[in-house]
Nanobody
Framework: QVQLVESGGGLVQAGGSLRLSCASS????????MGWFRQAPGKEREFVAG????????DYADSVNGRFTISRDNAKNTAYLQMNSLRPDDTAAYYC????????????????WGQGTQVTVAS
């Protein structure tokens, strides 16, 4: 049974930082590309960041580029999203997901999803 479990969300002041984690089980994590998405109330789920199987390639949405960093530790079957300089418009539920191909940008292209963790940025 595949499980992805996000953690690390919470309430933070604008300008602050959070580090999200995504722990996986039931898959050979190193064989999967990993992505982070987010969904704000009343909005569609959107791509935030993606990382290749080895961690050698990363990609980011323009809105977070330079502020967020995606990484992974295949030995721990875990991926991370370091979020700095947070803004109120970063408020959303954040989800991790995996797929067997290269980094992709739409949710339909991902095979497995976590339940999400809430990030709230206060102004």
């Amino acid at each position: 049974q595949v499980q992805l479990v996000e953690s690390g969300g919470g309430l933070v002041q604008a300008g602050g930082s959070l580090r999200l984690s995504c722990a996986s089980s039931g898959i050979t994590f190193s064989l999967y590309t990993m992505g982070w998405f987010r969904q704000a109330p009343g909005k569609e789920r959107e791509f935030v960041a993606g990382i290749s199987r080895s961690g050698g390639n990363t990609d980011y949405a323009d809105s977070v580029n330079g502020r967020f960093t995606i990484s992974r530790d295949n030995a721990k079957n875990t991926a991370y999203l370091q979020m700095n300089s947070l803004r109120p418009d970063d408020t959303a539920a954040y989800y991790c997901a995996v797929r067997g191909g290269a980094v992709a940008y739409t949710e339909s292209e991902y095979d497995y999803w976590g339940q999400g963790t809430q990030v709230t940025v206060a102004s």
